[in-house]
């Protein structure tokens, strides 16, 4: 088969990490403060991800990202802590709710043009956050206690599945049809490719992940609160994608990877942060607006030209 | 007869949103840019209105007057710094810049100042309840009000009267058109620029004497939900804007003296996503198709 | 039956009349060319055929099925397809993927079969592959199969674009001036190309040219648009000598004069 030996090297790779990974956290080598470095990077890996088959992908500029955050977040708090389901069934169930919040957010809005799809995400992310501040049942502005479950092997199986699923979505003939309504929408309506259904679908499956990380996310932490759920959180993720490289997999991965390390730094100096995020991103959409990687994926760099026939 | 009261309040509320909402709705109607700055742009002129009342000691009108003109020339820097180049870029890159844009601008200003609230003093226009018409009516927003009346009368004035509002019009009507007809394209973007962000200041010193708080971050939400109002009202239009503004305004006083005051950020947003479903292009817009 | 049946059908933008009264028809197997001066309506049939713009008058009758309000990809898929005046590639895909793409509506593997990558997808994915690379033979670009479709040149972009509609199976192929901006030398390959993929694949083809000699070297029958009415139809011989269609050029070419 064609693309099995990249799949079989990502698989030997994801197993080196988890492996050298829980090695040392289990060793006692890692000390907490790493090991939950690596886990918040992880999560903040499938939001990149989630959002770049929107964004990269399918060309729909989504800035409210972390309203579906939200949305996995409290729905799989809400699971564990008021009805005490099992972690793994939370973490289902917070995905398949932010899905069907992208549905919702997506099918209205989707045909609209760019720029309008940018606004209503953001004002659906807004109405989350407003909805949360002011619901009760999940605490309120106060915030909702939930129980530390995340853990690396969770949380890496989750990231595994979400990288297989969306690179395997994107090679094939519906993630290349994503990718001609990034392209050029018109002609992939005149080549018979329904694009509300595959931009809604994109949005759907992006949201879901979104929705995943989301409940790594509650269950990593002690407490959530809707504040944590801001534009400046899809932000952040916005700029993992747009730094990557719009349509690289493997950039968004990278630069999710770099940037959190990077703000893990900067964590007493918020301002400045958020002074050099800001910098970097207007002087990267003026000088090279295809970002770190471009369309293409890592192993491209790896890639001799092969002189005839397939690879 | 209290509602009068939460009307007129409405209103006050409604023609901030809409003076910042003419500055986006001109800016989107000629380069097709939703800039995000803009909001920020207006916190710029409540700081520089606020420091001009408490530092040099001046009135209101004095202190409007230079808001306006420092974010004038500080809309068009944007706009030559950042925005210029991204002309013939794609869509999402210029969206992203003026989001980066806005973030630099918001934490620019915590560095410089620090993330600290200011507080406009309270005399700097006439603030005891007037009787009209039998009704008590505060007259803080009546001055407001009319302050922001004047001002899109002149905007009217300009953009229907002068050569330069010809201009403008041209080029949103077609931008290489308008170059060929020997239209300085460049000088009259910046000018577009330097209306809005003179319309933000000012939207930016009415805002601190109303509501007294200022602090780096105001820009955001009021940023947004002018937005909102010019989607509402049609995006490219200024009496759209206008109307859009004052709609905005009066709904959330209805939200809020019905008792839903918590709600009240939410109802700009479901407005908005109501708008897009049932009609994107607004309640003056024209619809458009791209063209094939 | 005709294979196609233009009845009436019309649009108006806002008061503006494009097009009115636009009758045609098809039959099986034609090639007809769509001609006009500048701005007569060509692109705009062109949109209405392929439910670009929704009609605001008459009928559209492909292949004994109204097409009118049909979303654009489900005209392509009842067989109907086309070319754009200005080239509109996936620029980012390469060569091989800009033809796949058309021939997705053809496959049927759904999106949890490549998610999980069951053997659907592989034997579908597999087929596609066939099919484009022998698309591409046939327009002699299997050679560029992975090079981006931005980077080609452009008389080949335009063949890529016809390569790509032909993927997508249809009965009748709509080509939106195919040779604008070729040579001599390219065109006259370009339409040995037209007449045998038109064979080949037993189409209806209906092209909007500039070139006359073009199109009365090669359609057996032409329309002639103007103001976005139909001014005259028939074969090349009775559109040369027809007064109506002399005056719309000459017309022009004597306003084109004083511009």
């Known amino acids: 088969m064609k693309k099995s030996k990249p799949f079989w090297a990502f698989v030997i790779l994801a197993a080196v990490v988890y492996g050298v990974v829980q090695f040392f956290t289990v060793s006692g080598l890692l000390n907490i403060y790493y090991s939950n470095l690596i886990i918040t990077i992880s999560i903040n890996i499938i939001l990149a991800?989630?959002?770049?088959?929107?964004?990269?992908?399918?060309?729909?500029?989504?800035?409210?990202?972390?309203?579906?955050?939200?949305?996995?977040?409290?729905?799989?708090?809400?699971?564990?802590?008021?009805?005490?389901?099992?972690?793994?069934?939370?973490?289902?169930?917070?995905?398949?709710?932010?899905?069907?919040?992208?549905?919702?957010?997506?099918?209205?809005?989707?045909?609209?043009?760019?720029?309008?799809?940018?606004?209503?995400?953001?004002?659906?992310?807004?109405?989350?956050?407003?909805?949360?501040?002011?619901?009760?049942?999940?605490?309120?502005?106060?915030?909702?206690?939930?129980?530390?479950?995340?853990?690396?092997?969770?949380?890496?199986?989750?990231l595994f599945i979400t990288i297989l699923v969306i690179s395997n979505f994107t090679n094939s003939r519906h993630g290349r049809a994503c990718i001609s309504i990034r392209e050029n929408e018109i002609a992939a309506d005149a080549m018979g490719i329904n694009t509300t259904f595959?931009?809604?679908?994109?949005?759907?499956?992006?949201?879901?992940?979104?929705?995943?990380?989301?409940?790594?996310?509650?269950?990593?932490?002690?407490?959530?609160?809707?504040?944590?759920?801001?534009?400046?959180?899809?932000?952040?993720?916005?700029?993992?994608?747009?730094?990557?490289?719009?349509?690289?997999?493997?950039?968004?991965?990278?630069?999710?990877?770099?940037?959190?390390?990077?703000?893990?730094?900067?964590?007493?100096?918020?301002?400045?942060?958020?002074i050099i995020y800001s910098l970097v991103l207007v002087i990267v959409m003026l000088y090279r607006p295809q970002g770190l990687l471009g369309t293409r994926e890592i192993t491209d760099l790896f890639k001799w030209k092969p002189a005839k026939g397939g690879h | 007869m209290d509602w009068l009261q939460q009307l007129i309040n409405g209103i006050s509320l409604g023609s901030i949103y809409a003076l910042i909402a003419l500055g986006y709705t001109m800016v989107y109607g000629i380069i097709k840019l939703i800039n995000f700055a803009h909001g920020d742009v207006f916190m710029v002129g409540a700081f520089i209105?606020?420091?001009?009342?408490?530092?040099?000691?001046?009135?209101?009108?004095?202190?409007?007057?230079?808001?306006?003109?420092?974010?004038?020339?500080?809309?068009?820097?944007?706009?030559?710094?950042?925005?210029?180049?991204?002309?013939?870029?794609?869509?999402?890159?210029?969206?992203?810049?003026?989001?980066?844009?806005?973030?630099?601008?918001?934490?620019?200003?915590?560095?410089?100042?620090?993330?600290?609230?200011?507080?406009?003093?309270?005399?700097?226009?006439?603030?005891?309840?007037?009787?009209?018409?039998?009704?008590?009516?505060?007259?803080?927003?009546?001055?407001?009000?009319l302050t922001s009346i004047v001002l899109m009368i002149i905007l009217q004035f300009i953009v229907h009267r002068t050569k330069m509002g010809k201009a403008m019009r041209a080029v949103s009507l077609d931008m290489d058109a308008a170059r060929l007809m020997g239209i300085n394209v460049d000088k009259t973007i910046s000018f577009t620029f330097a209306i809005g962000s003179a319309l933000a200041g000012a939207a930016g010193?009415?805002?601190?004497?109303?509501?007294?708080?200022?602090?780096?971050?105001?820009?955001?939400?009021?940023?947004?939900?002018?937005?909102?109002?010019?989607?509402?009202?049609?995006?490219?239009?200024?009496?759209?804007?206008?109307?859009?503004?004052?709609?905005?305004?009066?709904?959330?006083?209805?939200?809020?003296?019905?008792g839903f005051s918590l709600w009240r950020d939410a109802a700009a947003f479901i407005i908005l996503i109501l708008i897009l479903i049932l009609k994107p292009s607004g309640i003056f817009g024209k619809n458009t198709k791209e063209k094939v | 039956m005709a294979l196609l049946e233009v009845k009436n059908a019309g649009i108006q933008f806002g008061g503006l009349k494009a097009v009115s009264g636009f009758n045609m028809e098809l039959r099986q197997g034609e090639l007809v060319g769509l001609i006009g001066p500048n701005g007569a309506g060509k692109t705009t049939s062109f949109n209405l055929l392929t439910g670009v713009y929704v009609p605001t008058e008459g009928e559209i009758i492909f292949n004994g099925k109204r097409l009118n309000g049909l979303p654009p990809y489900k005209v392509t898929q009842s067989g109907i397809s086309r070319t754009f005046q200005n080239i509109r590639l996936f620029s980012e895909l390469?060569?091989?993927?800009?033809?796949?793409?058309?021939?997705?509506?053809?496959?049927?593997?759904?999106?949890?079969?490549?998610?999980?990558?069951?053997?659907?997808?592989?034997?579908?994915?597999?087929?596609?592959?066939?099919?484009a690379l022998e698309f591409l033979k046939i327009f002699n670009l299997d050679n560029l199969k992975d090079e981006k479709a931005k980077n080609l040149p452009y008389g080949q972009q335009r063949r890529l674009e016809i390569a790509r509609a032909l993927a997508a199976g249809p009965k009748l192929l709509l080509l939106d001036e195919p040779a604008a901006g070729m040579n001599p030398q390219e065109t006259h390959e370009l339409m040995e190309l037209i007449a045998f993929i038109r064979k080949q694949f037993d189409l209806t083809i209906l092209l909007i040219e500039h070139d006359m000699n073009l199109v009365m070297g090669i359609c057996e029958r032409i329309y002639v648009l103007d103001h976005g009415q139909l001014i005259a139809a028939g074969t090349p011989e009775e559109i040369r000598t027809n007064p109506k269609v002399i005056e719309a050029y000459l017309g022009e070419e004597v306003t084109s004069e004083h511009a």
């Open chain 2, 49 to 145: 209105g606020f420091y001009a009342i408490t530092g040099w000691g001046l009135g209101f009108f004095p202190a409007l007057i230079i808001s306006m003109a420092f974010c004038a020339v500080f809309g068009v820097l944007i706009e030559r710094i950042a925005y210029k180049r991204l002309r013939n870029a794609t869509r999402i890159a210029a969206l992203i810049t003026a989001i980066g844009m806005s973030l630099l601008i918001e934490y620019g200003m915590i560095f410089i100042r620090g993330a600290q609230p200011e507080a406009y003093p309270d005399d700097v226009v006439p603030n005891k309840a007037i009787s009209l018409f039998g009704v008590q009516i505060n007259s803080q927003s009546l001055f407001i009000l």
């Open chain 3, 94 to 131: 390469s060569v091989l993927d800009n033809v796949k793409v058309a021939y997705h509506s053809l496959a049927k593997n759904s999106i949890l079969s490549s998610i999980f990558r069951l053997p659907s997808h592989f034997s579908e994915e597999k087929n596609m592959e066939n099919k």
């Open chain 2, 205 to 258: 010193v009415v805002f601190g004497v109303y509501y007294t708080k200022i602090e780096p971050l105001m820009g955001v939400i009021p940023g947004l939900k002018a937005f909102v109002a010019a989607v509402l009202g049609g995006i490219g239009s200024i009496p759209g804007a206008m109307v859009g503004g004052i709609i905005l305004g009066v709904v959330e006083a209805i939200v809020s003296a019905a």
């Open chain 1, 49 to 158: 991800v989630s959002l770049h088959l929107v964004i990269g992908i399918t060309g729909q500029f989504s800035i409210g990202h972390a309203g579906f955050l939200a949305v996995g977040a409290y729905i799989s708090a809400i699971a564990t802590m008021k009805f005490e389901l099992p972690f793994v069934l939370a973490i289902v169930i917070g995905g398949v709710v932010a899905a069907l919040a992208g549905l919702i957010v997506g099918i209205p809005t989707l045909r609209l043009r760019g720029d309008y799809l940018a606004i209503a995400t953001l004002g659906f992310a807004e109405i989350i956050r407003i909805m949360l501040f002011n619901i009760d049942y999940v605490g309120g502005a106060a915030g909702m206690q939930v129980t530390h479950f995340t853990t690396w092997t969770t949380t890496f199986v989750c």
């Open chain 1, 198 to 274: 595959y931009k809604v679908a994109a949005f759907a499956i992006g949201s879901f992940f979104a929705g995943v990380a989301g409940a790594l996310y509650s269950h990593n932490f002690y407490i959530i609160q809707p504040g944590n759920f801001g534009f400046l959180k899809s932000f952040d993720i916005l700029i993992f994608v747009v730094l990557g490289g719009l349509g690289s997999l493997s950039g968004s991965v990278i630069s999710a990877i770099l940037l959190t390390i990077i703000s893990a730094f900067l964590q007493q100096y918020p301002e400045t942060r958020m």
